[in-house]
């Protein structure tokens, strides 16, 4: 965590411990080696850890540069080199808004203060996990992390067959199979005495 923000407590603290926890070095390690075989660069620092990870991306530019490398045409034109930190967090805001341009959504986004100030490292590597998936399904042919990305399998079927499937009565509604309740006692029986 940043050495300019006061140390959490309470409930907060119980949260950055349980983001702390979901951090995956080996994830970490996948990310590295991808980042390092698409961009061509060594990433600074080699140590492993959450720390050494966010301090190698926290300036943006690996970040910015990454992106560029996966699209066609460069979707980030210019990207700042000064160490100063708004130029910094300038520069992550343009590889997230690139990445929305690439096609990825919201939700599989982290935010500025997630990578600048370490705050939630694990969803940085859900990101990048995330571009590489969607690298692949516009093209990108180099290395890869995590999954494909299913492509879409139109059918097309006859009149015949969709009225055909009127008929059917899917087991999702239910279905007992000609069974009934004879013979079924639960508990005793009611006895009725006149």
């Given at each position: ?137 516009h093209g990108y042919t180099g ?9 879409k399998n139109a059918r097309q ?38």
């Amino acid at each position: 965590m940043s050495d300019t923000r006061a140390k959490k407590s309470g409930l907060s603290a119980d949260i950055q411990k349980k983001l702390e926890a979901k951090y995956n070095l080996e994830q970490e390690k996948q990310c590295r080696a991808w980042i390092e075989a698409v961009t061509g660069e060594e990433l600074e620092n080699q140590e492993v850890g959450m720390h050494s990870f966010q301090g190698c991306l926290k300036d943006g530019q690996v970040l910015c540069r990454l992106i560029n490398a996966l699209s066609d045409t460069p979707l980030i034109s210019k990207i700042n080199t000064q160490k100063m930190a708004f130029k910094q967090m300038e520069n992550i805001e343009k590889f997230l808004t690139a990445c929305k341009k690439f096609g990825l959504v919201d939700g599989d986004l982290f935010q500025t203060a997630d990578l600048y100030e370490c705050q939630n490292m694990s969803q940085v590597i859900v990101t990048l996990y995330q571009l590489s998936s969607v690298a692949q399904k516009h093209g990108y042919t180099g290395a890869t992390i995590g999954v494909k990305l299913s492509d879409k399998n139109a059918r097309q079927f006859t009149e015949e067959q969709l009225n055909d499937g009127k008929t059917v009565i899917g087991l999702q509604y239910g279905t007992n199979k000609g069974a009934s309740q004879a013979g079924m006692n639960i508990g005793k029986t009611r006895a009725i005495m006149d």
